[in-house]
């Protein structure tokens, strides 16, 4: 099971272990980004088969990106991890800013998902060399304007900042206050407000910072960081009165610091109108996607209520109240629920009563956890069969048990096989998998007929049912 630490100042140097060579290209995946949107999403990290889980907070609700794998990482068993923990944790695995080379894997992934590609979200990504040179036709805008820079202010220099440059940095902002127009805009102050706290990290050596100095004034300034092949412009900051600075910047910053890289990434546009112009204007070879895929198991989308289900002898139907008196005595029969793995008292949100375990077979069939069938012989409850732990994939597990009075007589098999149907054909599942301990022998030779062997732990026999 995951165990997620949250993301500190303290964590760059892990996380750049698999943000310095991610070839995603999109800001998200870079430790600039977790630490400036912080406060805002929340990020934590875990580490499953070699690589790094990253769990945030969006508008509530968790969502995880896509896992970044190391040199010896298995995609694969990381997106089962983060699978599980949220079967665990009753939730769907929510994969977003998925990169456009991923999406395919979890198109296929997930058989009933809701995708979503939005337009604010989407980075701007440049040809390096279009930056370095404003070469062509369509940059005569970015040249002219360099011109009529570098003819006013013939003595600015651009080159790195370090540490040592803090105070220049803070006299930056002081001059830059006095000329920022969107002070009454919430949204651009926060903004402001997270770019001074990461100035403050120049001393950190997976951030390269550049400023525009004319003589011994900061009037521009930019924090990128390398991931892969992608250079990643975190902050782009200059005093509106110097004419032509910014596009003098961003050239002198992509010439001193693009190196042998392939895009830099100038980020999202959050939506703002003049930010967009802006980035539009300095021609991006394209924007990258940024997909959000949230899977939907297959209860949401087949099953509206529970059905009835005929085999020679039994009839599986919803559980009513007129149940609830057997099905009390079936689950609270310590004795023989040692086999069926699951502590129903224990797994009570509250205090036990009458109602309890009525209530929660009903709340999880509403919630799309599980479906628990009341096994009738003769119209009376003499067991239930449960399909829950649906995995988003098209599989789920598939549970049985019948009351000691009515063992010995195939009821469990019968009904069994009756649930495993229902999932494959009514539900639409390409795999349901059951599982008994290994020393219950009557339940493995249950689980054989009709079933095929899928493995084995310590602990336990598992079984599979394929479509």
Partial sequence: MLNFTPITDEDGDFLRRYYENCDFGLCEYSVGTKFMWGDYFHPAYAEAAGCLIVRNEVDGRLVFDYPVPGPEGDEEAALR????????????????????????????????????????????????????????????????????????????????????????????????????????????VGELKLAKRMLEKLDKPWFFGGGMMNGDRLIAL???????????????????????????????????????????????????????????????????????????????????AIPELKTERLTLSQMTEADIPAYNALVLD???????????????????????????????????????????????????AVLYRFDYRGGAELGCRIAKEYEGWGYGTEAFKAVAEWGLYGVHLTRVVAKCFKENAASRKMLASCMRPAGEDETFYYFEKLV
């Fill in 81 to 188: 991890a983060i699978e599980d923990w949220c079967m665990e944790n009753g939730m769907p695995p929510v994969i977003s800013v998925v990169p456009e080379k991923r999406a395919s894997k979890l198109l296929q992934r997930y058989p009933y998902v809701a995708v979503r590609n939005v337009r604010t979200w989407q980075d701007y990504l440049y040809k390096r060399e279009d930056l370095q040179t404003f070469a062509g036709r369509r940059y005569s805008g970015q040249r002219n304007h360099i011109k009529k820079f570098r003819t006013a202010y013939p003595d600015a220099v651009f080159r790195p900042l370090t540490e040592a440059d803090l105070p220049l940095v803070e006299q930056f902002w002081e001059d830059y206050r006095t000329e920022f127009s969107k002070g009454d805009d919430p949204r651009a």
């Fill in 334 to 384: 310590q004795d023989r629920n040692r086999w069926w793995g699951y502590d129903d008292v224990a797994g009570l949100k509250g205090p036990m009563d009458e109602r309890s375990f009525y209530e929660v077979a009903k709340r999880d069939f509403e919630n799309c956890a599980a479906v628990n069938f009341a096994v009738r012989l003769d119209g009376m409850l003499i067991g239930e």
């Fill in 222 to 304: 930019a924090l990128a960081e390398r991931c892969g092949d992608t250079l990643i412009i975190h902050i782009e900051k200059a005093l509106y009165s110097y004419a032509g600075v910014y596009p003098t910047m961003v050239q002198a910053f992509a010439q001193h610091f693009g190196g042998d890289v392939v895009w830099i990434n100038r980020e999202d546009d959050a939506a703002d109108r003049g930010l967009r112009t802006s980035k539009l204007q300095y021609g991006p070879d394209h924007l990258a996607p940024k997909y959000h895929f949230a899977p939907h198991n297959e209860l949401l989308c087949h099953v509206k």
